[in-house]
T-cell receptor, first 113, second 114 residues
Framework: DQQVKQNSPSLSVQEGRISILNCDYT??????FLWYKKYPAEGPTFLIS?????DKNEDGRFTVFLNKSAKHLSLHIVPSQPGDSAVYFC????????????FGTGTSLTVIP | DGGITQSPKYLFRKEGQNVTLSCEQN?????MYWYRQDPGQGLRLIYY???????QKGDIAEGYSVSREKKESFPLTVTSAQKNPTAFYLC?????????????FGDGTRLSIL
């Protein structure tokens, strides 16, 4: 049973435009959410996180939004750059998950120059 | 320069053979994890350890074994009982003493069957 879902396997965006990656979760006990970026044949790199006491967290070009009532989070990248082309994973954890993290299946972002 | 080191980067296994994947971290993290990544399936948890000499099964532990004799090391053995071992294996670690902390990942080991 997939507790964290990324329903868009791929996304293409023009350089300079906004990229919006989406993630849905089912476990209402999740209270910590993360986004990772992954290049082929490398491990994921942590990008940005948000706890459930917030609905927005910003770090440079990256902003994560959390909608708890909809069990939905999104990652906005503005402006998108060709170097942002990678696979993006969302992940979630919570007090009832025994320090486990649950990952989505990833969205492959291509930023077109 | 702190981080997680996985070795080897590529590994080949013959049928019926056990192989061990190495994971070492110098981040002084208590928790360590092993994930398996298959195409289109994201990361699935194999085993995790929150403290030395203790570990728990994840969602897909069958055919795998681990040990945690030292804080910095968490090797994963893929046994002959794992019938479909071809995958990309990722090791991660995280701190536990300051509330929620992100996991840090190694660069992975790609295991293939000869």
């Amino acid at each position: 049973d997939q507790q964290v879902k990324q329903n868009s396997p791929s996304l293409s965006v023009q350089e300079g435009r906004i990229s919006i990656l989406n993630c849905d979760y089912t476990n209402s006990m999740f209270d910590y959410f993360l986004w990772y970026k992954k290049y082929p044949a490398e491990g994921p790199t942590f990008l940005i996180s948000i706890s459930s006491i917030k609905d927005k967290n910003e770090d440079g070009r990256f902003t994560v939004f959390l909608n708890k009532s909809a069990k939905h989070l999104s990652l906005h990248i503005v402006p998108s750059q060709p170097g942002d082309s990678a696979v993006y994973f969302c992940a979630a954890s919570g007090r009832n998950t025994g320090n486990q993290f649950y990952f989505g299946t990833g969205t492959s972002l291509t930023v077109i120059p | 320069d702190g981080g997680i080191t996985q070795s080897p980067k590529y590994l080949f296994r013959k049928e019926g053979q056990n192989v061990t994947l190495s994971c070492e971290q110098n981040l002084n993290h208590d928790a360590m994890y092993w994930y398996r990544q298959d195409p289109g399936q994201g990361l699935r948890l194999i085993y995790y350890s929150q403290i030395v000499n203790d570990f728990q099964k994840g969602d897909i532990a069958e055919g795998y074994s681990v040990s945690r004799e030292k804080k910095e090391s968490f090797p994963l053995t893929v046994t002959s009982a794992q019938k479909n071992p071809t995958a990309f294996y990722l090791c991660a670690s995280s701190a536990r003493d300051r509330g929620y902390q992100p996991q840090h990942f190694g660069d992975g080991t790609r295991l293939s069957i000869l």
